[in-house]
T-cell receptor, first 113, second 111 residues
Framework: ETGVTQTPRHLVMGMTNKKSLKCEQHLGHNAMYWYKQSAKKPLELMFVYSLEERVENNSVPSRFSPECPNSSHLFLHLHTLQPEDSALYLC????????????FGSGTRLTVV | GQQVMQIPQYQHVQEGEDFTTYCNSSTTLSNIQWYKQRPGGHPVFLIQLVKSGEVKKQKRLTFQFGEAKKNSSLHITATQTTDVGTYFCAPPGGGGNKLTFGTGTQLKVEL
């Protein structure tokens, strides 16, 4: 375990479904992130939360909706996704001003059918 | 956000050979981080470089930050099969703690 736990590890959903990805960090960090990793593409930053406030929405379609109820938890709510949204969704956390980089979770492998 | 070019995209080596990946930016970077992602895994933080010309070593890995702070490299001496994975450089991607990840170099090591 990395200190950042993501559930579920795998998810298959239809285009009309609604699902949520969950991320929990046990490191006392004050910033959390959602990244998307598609095959043969760089890691794409989706959302940034710092001190529970969303500070970045990187032109992500509204079918992705993040939620950060407290500094330890981050959710990504999904609805009416498209097949091209199939990817590995990675959650990460960090401590502002620290030199220890991001700590990533193991990711959720999402397949939209 | 910050754009970086990472080369090569792929590298195939025999075990025991050396390996180097390069990260180049058109603008000056305040710092740069490096990550490793094993096949089927998630990125793991390796190191952060901050100072101009900085060189840091972790066992067989040597990280360098260019004098102009526009490029960085990761060199692995005498590769082993455990070095297999994709290596990403990640400079700051704007304000706050954001990172922009490079395209990565996928390393394969053959016995």
């Amino acid at each position: 375990e990395t200190g950042v736990t993501q559930t579920p590890r795998h998810l298959v959903m239809g285009m009309t479904n609604k699902k949520s990805l969950k991320c929990e960090q046990h490191l006392g960090h004050n910033a959390m992130y959602w990244y998307k990793q598609s095959a043969k593409k760089p890691l794409e930053l989706m959302f940034v939360y710092s001190l529970e406030e969303r500070v970045e929405n990187n032109s992500v379609p509204s079918r992705f909706s993040p939620e950060c109820p407290n500094s330890s938890h981050l959710f990504l709510h999904l609805h009416t996704l498209q097949p091209e949204d199939s990817a590995l969704y990675l959650c990460a956390s960090s401590q502002a001003g620290g030199n220890y980089g991001y700590t990533f979770g193991s990711g959720t492998r999402l397949t939209v059918v | 956000g910050q754009q970086v070019m990472q080369i090569p995209q792929y590298q195939h080596v025999q075990e025991g050979e050396d390996f180097t990946t390069y990260c180049n930016s058109s603008t000056t970077l305040s710092n740069i981080q490096w990550y490793k992602q094993r096949p089927g895994g998630h990125p793991v933080f390796l190191i952060q470089l901050v100072k101009s010309g900085e060189v840091k070593k972790q066992k067989r890995l040597t990280f360098q930050f260019g004098e102009a702070k526009k490029n960085s490299s990761l060199h692995i001496t005498a590769t082993q099969t455990t070095d297999v994975g994709t290596y990403f450089c990640a400079p700051p991607g704007g304000g706050g703690n954001k990172l922009t990840f490079g395209t990565g170099t996928q390393l394969k090591v053959e016995l």
